[in-house]
C-alpha cells in the first residue's frame, strides 16, 4: 500500500502569513497515461466532517478561495495557505486515489493562529 | 442538494455485530462509486472500503477484510456497511462518502460506532 506521510505535525502561523504542508507519498502517484497526480488534499475543522480543497495535487476544488493552492508531482507535494485567515484554522489531510483502492491518508497536519 | 445521512452506529461489545447505512439524496445515486472513511476518537481519517456504481466491485482496508461487507441499494438510494466481529480498534466515527473523479466530494455527518464491553 501507498504511505502517505505529512510534515509538520501541527504549525502555527500568524493571520496573513503564509502556510505550507507538505505530503510525500511512498511511490509515485503520477499517472503518465494522462499525466495526473492522484493527490487529493482535504480540510477539515473541528466537528465537521472533512471538505475536499485541491485534487489532482492542484486543481481547485469550486468554491475553495483562491488562497489554497496545490504543487508537486510524483510524490512530493505541498499545500499553501497564501494568507491565512481565522476560518482556514483546522486540520489539513493528504489522500492518494492511484490506480484501484486501497486509498490512504496522511496523517493530518493541524492549523493554529499564532 | 446533495445529502448523504448515515445511521446504524451505537455500542456493541466486542465480537458483536452492527450494520450501518447511508441513505443518499439529490443525486444520480446508481452513477457514483461511494466510499466509507472512518475515524477514531482524536485520530486522523482512515479510508474503511469502495464500492462501484452497480455494486459489483468492492475493496477493503486490509484491517477490515473478511468482518466487514460493503453493499449498496440502488433502487433504494442506500449504502449498507454490515460490520461483524467488532473489535476495539474499530471504535470511531464512520462517514460514507461520495466519489467523483477520485476525490470524496460530499460526506456525511458521521455515526460513532463504540466497541466496547
Known amino acids: 500500500d501507498i504511505v502517505m506521510t505529512q510534515s509538520p505535525d501541527s504549525l502555527a502561523v500568524s493571520l496573513g502569513e503564509r502556510a505550507t504542508i507538505n505530503c510525500k507519498s511512498s511511490?509515485?502517484?503520477?499517472?503518465?497515461?494522462?499525466?495526473?497526480?492522484?493527490l487529493i488534499w482535504y480540510q477539515q475543522k473541528a466537528g465537521q466532517p472533512p471538505k475536499v480543497l485541491i485534487y489532482?495535487?492542484?486543481t481547485r476544488e469550486s468554491g475553495v478561495p483562491d488562497r489554497f493552492s496545490g504543487s508537486g508531482s510524483g510524490t512530493d507535494f505541498t499545500l499553501t495557505i497564501s494568507s491565512l485567515q481565522a476560518e482556514d484554522v483546522a486540520v489539513y489531510y493528504c489522500q492518494q486515489c492511484y490506480g484501484i483502492p486501497p486509498w490512504t491518508f496522511g496523517q493530518g497536519t493541524k492549523v493554529e493562529i499564532k | 442538494e446533495v445529502q448523504l445521512v448515515e445511521s446504524g452506529g451505537g455500542l456493541v461489545q466486542p465480537g458483536g455485530s452492527l450494520r450501518l447505512s447511508c441513505a443518499a439524496s439529490?443525486?444520480?445515486?446508481?452513477?457514483?462509486?461511494m466510499n466509507w472513511v472512518r475515524q477514531a476518537p482524536g485520530k486522523g481519517l482512515e479510508w474503511v472500503a469502495t464500492?462501484?456504481?452497480?455494486?459489483?466491485?468492492?475493496y477493503y482496508v486490509d484491517s477490515v477484510k473478511g468482518r466487514f461487507t460493503f453493499s449498496r441499494d440502488n433502487t433504494k438510494n442506500s449504502l449498507y456497511l454490515q460490520m461483524n466481529s467488532l473489535r476495539a480498534e474499530d471504535t470511531a466515527v464512520y462517514y460514507c462518502?461520495?466519489?467523483?473523479?477520485?476525490?470524496?466530494?460530499?460526506w456525511g455527518q458521521g455515526t460513532l460506532v463504540t466497541v466496547s464491553s
Open positions: 489532482w495535487a492542484s
Open positions: 511511490q509515485s502517484v503520477l499517472d503518465s497515461s494522462n499525466n495526473k497526480n492522484y
Open positions: 462518502a461520495r466519489e467523483t473523479s477520485r476525490r470524496l466530494d460530499y
Open positions: 464500492i462501484s456504481s452497480d455494486g459489483s466491485q468492492t
Open positions: 439529490g443525486l444520480t445515486f446508481r452513477g457514483y462509486w
